[in-house]
């Protein structure tokens, strides 16, 4: 089911318009070359890949957050920012129902992708997971060759043609020619950087319709992680991605929109939980926020 949905939906499509630069925001720190203006979706509202409905996630029954409501579009760069423990990647992980994997962990409320609920009982998580891909933190290769990384996913899928998409994964994510003589070689002998785009290809070899990326260049050096903007102002032609950042620079030059967390108390200060603040498009979340709470942490009051 997941498959004709997700199929039909990304044939409506949508063009970009011009991005706005933000002022607010020191953007030329990390690199000097690409445009900061590439590809945001500024005034232009997509159609809705995700919608949170409520949604409140528990660890053996403590929130981790609660009552999230917002809507993600296609083809747009979604950012989650906010301080430390405010659940920033337990909600991208309720996107594609890894949360499932931990024992403890419930769900209330609603995810709708493409208005179907992720959690219903006829949803396959596996399927999910194939239709929305994940980037992790630190890059994960597996123990095999640069080709066999890429080609794990097609080849447990039972996908055909697995060499030509090993291929243009591995063109997609921006690698290919730095390894394509040496495809055969383990994956280890990359560079940190090289290894977290080689993990993107791997995500995308199955034709997913969503990336996720919970701090995908946290820890990599500024150059590799200009490769790693670049790439992903790239793949959002192709894909929608949601991506979990505590860097404000970055969130500033590659997000249409930021989605803005906090972390609260309850009364007796016994119990913690994220609640989001502010959902907006990023210009505005760094330039104008409605909140006072979001303005006092991107400019650094607090956090």
């Not at 920033?88 to 994997?101: A, H």
């Not at 490769?227 to 249409?256: C, F, G, P, W």
């Not at 906090?262 to 016994?270: P, R, Y």
Request: net charge negative; hydrophobic share 35%; glycine share 8%.
């Amino acid at each position: 089911m997941l498959n004709k949905v997700a199929d039909k939906a990304r044939e409506s499509g949508g063009e970009a318009a011009a991005r706005t630069e933000i002022p607010a925001i020191d953007v030329s720190g990390a690199r000097e070359s690409g445009s900061n203006d590439r590809g945001r979706t500024s005034g232009v509202r997509r159609e809705t890949i995700f919608e949170l409905k409520d949604l409140t996630v528990s660890y053996g029954g403590k929130p981790a957050i609660k009552g999230v409501s917002m809507e993600i579009a296609e083809n747009e760069i979604t950012a989650l920012i906010g301080p430390s423990g405010c659940g920033k990647s337990t909600l991208i992980r309720c996107l594609n129902r890894m949360n499932d994997l931990i024992p403890t962990a419930s769900v209330e409320g609603q995810c709708l992708y493409h208005g179907q609920d992720l959690y219903g009982t006829e949803v396959d998580p596996v399927e999910v997971r194939k239709r929305i891909g994940m980037v992790f933190q630190k890059p994960n290769p597996f123990p095999k060759s640069i080709r066999d990384n890429v080609a794990f996913g097609p080849r447990v899928l039972g996908l055909e043609d697995v060499d030509a998409r090993v291929e243009r994964a591995l063109h997609r994510a921006a690698l290919w020619d730095e390894v394509k003589d040496r495809l055969d070689e383990n994956a280890y002998g990359m560079s940190g950087g090289q290894q977290q785009r080689l993990c993107i290809a791997r995500a995308i070899a199955v034709d997913p319709d969503v990336i996720l990326m919970d701090e995908p260049a946290s820890a990599l050096d500024p150059i590799s992680t200009g490769k790693i903007e670049d790439l992903m102002l790239e793949l959002k032609e192709e894909y929608s991605i949601v991506i979990v950042t505590h860097n404000m620079q970055q969130a500033a030059r590659v997000s249409d929109r930021t989605a803005f967390l906090i972390v609260e108390l309850s009364a007796s200060e016994k119990e913690r939980w994220g609640q989001l603040v502010e959902f907006d498009e990023t210009e505005k979340i760094f330039t104008n926020p409605s909140d006072k709470r979001t303005e006092d942490y991107v400019t650094g009051k607090v956090g």
